[in-house]
């Protein structure tokens, strides 16, 4: 990427002044993955991927009228709201860095329209299709299984250090302030999985180093994650999914909402929840275990003496 830099900054006007699509992409590029994580440039590669039909095309000749075809074909091709949106960042902050260069004079892509987003139901796993992945004896279910035990991102798992893993709880977490470094509690049914891999890992570097399939995100998901759904007879749903559905089961079996978050890691903290900054593992672990009938007994006495 310096390299790129360095010989941006030799170009001559007008050398600067015919760059391409490609070409400014590749100087916006070894500017900005500098300051941003690997899920952000794989997303930043993939929307890239997409813009083909620009890619010989001469930057300073590109207009609003250029960039929103691209766009349309996406959101035709079944693109979500949330994907195009990232599709117009990039075009957006790649027309930006064209500008502050003198490569062009515009930001066109700041006028391109997007679908209007649709608040729809999030897809989460019934019980009957995590029973189905209990019963496989393939390892990206134990993976899959792994993640609804946590509520864990799928790139954090596969980034997740060995020393990370405690039995019981992993520290991880990324993307926002609140989510690093944060203790996540396994539930009791997803321990087993991590064990597994623990073992397979034979002391390496990750905890998923033993895993014999694809370690790429983008791979897994597409050559084992929706084969495997597929054989097993689950609707299709993407992995996030997994992160819904811990969130569901969560509410439903009462865990507090400020507990849930800070498992989470949402930076969106209610006033409350700011008590729980400094909780500690077996807290949060507790949080996970299954309600005792002691425990329900004690709630329901002092639900009584609330009542008296």
């Not at 989470?264 to 400094?278: E, K, N, P, R």
């Amino acid at each position: 990427m310096l390299e790129t830099l360095s010989k941006l900054a030799g170009q001559s006007i007008t050398e600067r002044y015919n760059m391409t699509f490609t070409d400014v992409y590749e100087g916006w590029k070894a500017e900005h993955f500098r300051e941003i994580g690997i899920q952000g440039k794989e997303a930043y590669e993939t929307a890239y991927k997409y813009m083909e039909l620009l890619y010989d095309r001469k930057f300073r000749t590109l207009r609003t009228a250029d960039f929103q075809p691209v766009i349309d074909s996406l959101v035709a091709k079944g693109r979500n709201y949330n994907t195009v949106s990232k599709d117009k960042q990039l075009l957006t902050q790649m027309t930006d860095w064209a500008v502050r260069e003198e490569i062009t004079t515009n930001n066109f892509a700041k006028f391109i329209k997007l679908p209007q987003s649709s608040t729809k139901e999030k897809e989460t796993f019934t019980p009957e299709e995590i029973a189905a992945l209990e019963s496989s004896q393939d390892d990206a279910a134990k993976i899959i299984l792994m993640l609804l035990s946590t509520g864990m991102r799928i790139g954090k798992l596969f980034k997740l250090p060995i020393t990370d893993y405690h039995g019981k709880y992993v520290v991880g977490g990324e993307k926002t302030a609140a989510g690093k470094n944060r203790i996540i509690p396994i539930r009791p049914e997803g321990r087993a999985y991590f064990e597994y891999f623990a073992t397979l890992s034979d002391r390496r570097s990750l905890l998923l180093d033993g895993y014999e399939g694809n370690h790429s995100v983008r791979n897994f998901r597409e050559r084992e994650y929706y084969p495997l759904l597929k054989s097993l007879g689950i609707n299709r749903k993407t992995p996030h999914a997994t992160r819904h559905t811990y969130a569901s089961r969560a509410v439903r079996e009462g865990m507090p909402r400020e507990v849930l978050q800070k498992i989470l890691g949402h930076s969106s903290y209610t006033t409350t929840a700011d008590v729980y900054v400094h909780a500690d593992v077996d807290a949060l672990v507790a949080a996970v275990e299954p309600v005792t009938n002691t425990s329900l007994t004690n709630k329901q006495n002092l639900k009584k003496e609330k009542t008296v």
